[in-house]
């Protein structure tokens, strides 16, 4: 129910975009996300963009991440880690 | 694959090795209360990746699995009425009301329609003017809004025979109440992360402040869901925090926001499985009364009649896995379901039949 896809906006005609995915293109509304561009990756959820997806804080949620796994691999060395 | 998606991929056996690593000898018990995150976690197969003291609940988070059955009785209700083409999400069609479902009233002639927005619903009230488009509107604070933006763009385009019958719910109110009920021992929950983008996480932090309990909200993808886990295992006293940081702010989408607040009120509201709950759902604002289904048309849904044998409320309170009940797999399957449970691709039932192999 809550599925949101991330799709990047294409072109934008008033409320309405045009979002892409992987060459497949569809229109949503931008009522809920004024304030978002063309070029932007949005979430797409039931026709409305919610939400502007934000490269950077991916990297770094993905960076903290690789450092708690090395962390945890480091620290059980003994146990088989693939 | 991309190179973020190699990375992603690569992660997963290395966060389970941290997450074993981190919770030693500790039992802990998790809930989920998102039907996405239900669905994530078993088509990944992550409850086998997981150390054996902790285990993964799922709570109230499927909408349609959460719909009381009185409340499925009343769109069924509408349904049948002559004028009227019935708008919903397909998730709905199949769920069992007390006597029948939305299509086999489609079958037997009722014009019930699925549509991938509601937004579709008032373009269609817009192309076949004669007709009473409802739109039966479940769904969290995700769905809500777009729901409400169509309703705003009915009024403003003039589509008088638009019209919504709202079940909407808001999660926070139920979580609370699974705490005070105290009957689920929960050390953690993961939190809804597409909920969150519109809420934010910040109307969370009771459950760390009033009820002891940390919660993180999470992404989709199995390196979020572990890097949740991880989250939740280190965390030193009980806090809330975002690991879907590409998506969640703390104080989430306030035009969003806004127009929740614009459209709909709060009320209370009866779930499946938890009975009824203040300030719960939401139902049509004042301003909007024009556009209400339920203020439009007058229908008997009958007395709500469960069915025998079914376990879904605890199911959805945590209580029980989908395999302690004496209908799954057997009487009650995927495509023969007997609960909500079992219908919705999000229900924990559901999601435990189809990948029961990948979680052993």
Redesign the interface.
Known sequence: MCLAIPMRITAIDGKMATVELDGLSQRASLMLLPSASVGDYVLVHAGCAIAVLSEEDAQETYDLLNEIAAFGAESSETEPDD | MTE?EL??AA?V???A??????AGDRSFTFMEV???HTMAIARYGLRQLLPPGIRLVSGPG???CVTAMRDLDTVVAMARLPQVTLCT?G?LVRVPASRTTLAAERAAGADVRVV?????AVQIAADEPRRQVVFAG???E??A??VA?AL??AREKGVANFSVLSMHKTMPAPLRALLDAGETSIDGFIL????C??TGSDIYRFLADDYGVGGVVAGFEP?DVL?AL?ALVGQQRPEITI??????RPEG?R??QQ?IEEVFDPCEADWRGLGVIPGSGLKLAPACSGFDAQARFTVDPGEPREPAGCRCGEVLRGLVDPPDCALFGRRCTPEDPIGACMV?S?GSCAAYYRYQDLDG
């Open positions: 973020r990375q992603a992660l056996p290395r966060l090795a941290a997450l074993a690593q981190a998102c039907g996405t499927c909408p349609v999400f998730d991938y927005s509601a937004l579709d479940i769904g969290f995700t769905t809004p777009t933006a705003l763009t809804p992360g597409h909920v983008v519109i390196q890097g991880l690991e879907y940081t590409r998506a969640v989408n035009v969003a127009i919705s999000e």
